[in-house]
Structures are given as structure tokens and as C-alpha cells.
């Protein structure tokens, strides 16, 4: 076989998605947010797809920038992630047996040791599936949730990051593979020369190690990390198994996609062991006119101001202070994430900050890829054939119907044209992800 396509669901434990309205839909079993066989289930329908994987977004705060006051994000729904996503996963790991299961869990907040231990905890509990993906946190808000005051800048955040992820290699290192003897007859259970310390002291993190939790199946969980940030997109190419990202044509992805792959090269690594995966929302109809029209309603049910409250915590500026009805051009943002507002700010001349909170609230800014079928895998094959990216992570509209009607209807369209797998063939997650 060829080059195959790779995906990774998106999700998000709480009410709504990408989408800020979408529990709202009769569809839906958004209301279900607290019960895990909800998870469950979209686990089994992600895993009949031969997804390579899953993975829980996490936000350690409520969203309050916007106003200063939570009210928005509670009153509609919006994104929240109300429960911990590593407990989540094991009840996932026991109704599935191939695809990969990752949380996202932050260098910023948790120390190393405990990162360590989680996700070889659930190496074990999964045979192998486990995969971390690699946050450093956005908001001072999330920092005081902890106790600290505020975070690090970006670029001491990052390299924090660093000395995080190499202490926790060198806990998971701790244990040799062979260390665990188990010889009842002599009465010898482990190689104690084969257990050793970790003793790692940065700059920022120590650690003494080793680990209680032996070697895991695939030895280290797989990495995946978001970084669109000159310093983020270097520490991407040191670590990354996957990286997960947002651009809304194809000449900025390919764009991305060179620029990743190039650094991983220059940092010693192969391209083919990063996979470069840009989110895209999906809503499917049995025309493209039926497609329309689903989409249209799904979004009519999104809120602009909750939109707008998420989009100013993205961007770390409060905007409830400017008129909703104000035309994007007339306002003067200065500060917090300038790259993120004028993606916002780009999409038609008299686009109004109602108009920007709407789109924001509708898909978080992902490209919605609206169509049949055969239109979108066509839209896929396209990009995956022009080196746009090596995949993608589907986000859905609604849920569970919009990952189930990819897998029903996508799905074996691609698997007909040869790019992309008709069944698992590792046995953990990063043996299916080279594949």
C-alpha cells in the first residue's frame, strides 16, 4: 500500500463541541455529558472507522474573560470540560480494543512525576493505546486554579514544556522491559538491576524517580501537541507524533506542512513519524442541498455572545466592552493573540463583531467541510494527495451522528480509493500510526 490517510476524533467532555449549540439539536445526546457510556459509544463508532485514534481537549477554568463572569458559558452551554478525561478514557479503553485514547494533560500545571505515572497507567489499562497530548496551558486563570498566580511567558512555557517531557521520558525509561521476572518456582519478582533511578534536575522540574508503574506496552505514550507559534512548532518537531492544527486554506496548510516536516528532519527525527492532522468540522447530507440545509440549522442553533466569550478567552482579550454591532474594522486590538483576531477579522468587508461571535461559536474558527459523501472525499483526497496534511481530526457538528455518518459514509469511499486503511494493523496506537 501507499501513503494512508490517519484520523483522530475530537472531543470534549461536556455539553457542547466546536459548535456551542449543538446540544441544543434533537439529535444530539449532549445532555448526556455526565454519563460515560455517551463516550463510550462514540469510542465504538470512531473505532468501526479504524480511526488511529481519539482524543479529550481539557481547560482547567470556566471561562470568565468575557465580562469577567462566567454567566455566558454556563447559561448556554458552552465549552466546559467538566469531568477528567484520563478517567474517562479507561472506562473507553475496556469497550475497545485497537484505537488510541489520549488526554490532554498540561506541562504548566501538573508536575512531571504525575504525568508519568497517568499515562502509563493507562498504557497498561489500554495494551498499549494510551497518548498525551502536550499542553502548556493559555490562561493565568487556569494557573490560579493551582495556586500560582500566573503563568510562565510563552517561550519559558515551552521551554518548561521541554524539560517536563524529558523528565517524564526518563521515568518511563526507569524500568527496563525486561524487569519483571515472576519466576514463582524461585521466588524472584523483578531484576532490581533493571530498576533504576530517574534523578532528572532542570532548570524548572526535578524528579527522582523511578516510577512504580513498569515499562508499558508501547513504552511511552504518543505524543501529540497544538502549536502554531515559532517556539511551539520547534518543540513540535523535538516531540511530536502528531500534531494537531487549524488552517482554513490549502495553501496554508501545505505551507505548515513543509515547515513542520523540514524541522523534524532537521531535528534528526523521520517526517513519516509526525502526522500533521488539521481540524475540520463535518456535516454530511445525502445531497449537497440536503447538507446545506443541516448545516445551516445546526449553526442557527449556536449562540454569537457565548461565541464571543469563548473567542475572548482564546484570545485573551475582553470583548464585551465593544458594541456587538460594531464593524470589525473599526476596532483597535493591540494586545493578546493578534495572529488568532485577524483570522477572525478576515471573511468579508461590514463583518460585525456579532458576525465574528457567530462564526466563532459555529466551529471555533476549523474549516466546516459541508457536503455528500463523495464531496468530501473528494475535498480529503485531495488535500491528503497534495501534501496538505496527512489526515485529518474530524470535529463534529453534532454528536454521535456526525461521526457515525463519516465512518458509515465516508469511510468506505476512501477505503475503495486505496488511501486509507480497511483494518487495524498494530497492535498499540504508534504501530497503527506508521502504518
Excluded at 451522528?401 to 497492535?427: A, C, H, N, T, W
Aim: proline fraction near 5%; hydrophobic fraction near 35%; charge should be negative.
Amino acid at each position: 500500500m501507499g501513503r494512508q490517510l490517519h484520523f483522530v476524533g475530537y472531543c470534549t467532555i461536556g455539553p457542547s463541541w466546536h459548535n456551542n449549540g449543538s446540544w441544543r439539536h434533537d439529535e444530539s445526546d449532549g445532555t448526556d455529558f455526565l454519563n460515560p457510556v455517551r463516550y463510550e459509544n462514540i469510542a465504538r463508532i470512531l473505532e468501526d472507522g479504524k480511526f488511529d485514534g481519539l482524543f479529550f481537549v481539557d481547560v482547567q477554568t470556566l471561562y470568565d474573560t468575557y465580562g469577567g463572569v462566567t454567566d455566558p458559558c454556563i447559561k448556554h452551554g458552552g465549552h466546559m470540560c467538566m469531568l477528567d478525561p484520563m478517567q474517562m478514557l479507561t472506562a473507553m479503553a475496556r469497550v475497545t480494543n485497537h484505537i488510541g485514547l489520549s488526554a490532554t494533560m498540561s506541562t504548566s500545571l501538573y508536575h512531571p512525576f504525575h504525568i508519568a505515572r497517568a499515562f502509563a497507567s493507562l498504557d497498561h489499562i489500554s495494551g498499549g493505546r494510551a497518548a498525551w497530548n502536550i499542553v502548556t496551558s493559555a490562561t493565568d486563570r487556569e494557573a490560579q486554579n493551582y495556586g500560582m498566580d500566573r503563568l510562565l511567558d510563552k517561550a519559558q512555557r515551552y521551554d518548561h514544556a521541554d524539560e517536563v517531557v524529558e523528565a517524564c521520558t526518563a521515568l518511563w525509561n526507569s524500568w527496563g522491559p525486561d524487569a519483571l521476572v515472576l519466576d514463582r518456582q524461585a521466588g524472584i519478582f523483578g531484576d532490581p538491576s533493571k530498576v533504576h533511578y530517574a534523578n532528572y534536575a532542570g532548570k524548572y522540574v526535578k524528579t527522582r524517580g523511578p516510577l512504580m508503574t513498569p515499562h508499558s506496552p508501547q513504552g511511552s505514550p504518543v505524543l501529540m501537541q497544538a502549536g502554531s507559534s515559532d517556539r511551539g512548532r520547534q518543540f513540535a518537531a523535538r516531540w511530536a507524533e502528531i500534531v494537531f492544527t487549524l488552517q482554513n486554506n490549502k495553501a496554508d496548510m501545505q505551507a505548515f506542512y513543509r515547515d513542520i516536516k523540514d524541522r523534524v528532519a532537521n531535528a534528526g527525527r523521520d517526517p513519516s513519524h509526525c502526522a500533521i492532522l488539521p481540524a475540520t468540522d463535518i456535516v454530511i447530507g445525502e445531497t449537497e442541498s440536503i447538507a446545506r440545509e443541516r448545516a445551516d440549522y445546526i449553526d442557527s442553533l449556536a449562540n454569537a455572545e457565548l461565541g464571543l466569550s469563548e473567542m475572548s478567552n482564546h484570545i485573551g482579550i475582553d470583548l464585551s466592552g465593544f458594541p456587538m454591532d460594531q464593524p470589525l474594522s473599526e476596532m483597535e486590538i493591540t494586545q493578546g493573540a493578534r495572529g488568532v483576531f485577524d483570522i477572525i477579522m478576515s471573511g468579508g468587508k461590514g463583518k460585525t463583531l456579532r458576525d465574528a461571535g457567530h462564526q466563532y461559536a459555529t466551529t471555533q474558527m476549523s474549516p466546516q467541510l459541508v457536503g455528500t459523501p463523495m464531496m468530501i472525499a473528494d475535498h480529503i483526497h485531495e488535500l491528503f494527495e497534495s501534501e496538505a496534511c496527512d489526515g485529518f481530526v474530524i470535529c463534529p457538528s453534532i454528536t454521535p451522528g456526525s461521526f457515525y455518518q463519516f465512518v458509515k459514509s465516508v469511510v468506505p469511499e476512501l477505503q475503495r480509493r486505496g488511501i486509507y486503511r480497511r483494518d487495524y494493523s498494530g497492535r498499540t496506537f504508534r504501530e497503527n500510526l506508521r502504518s
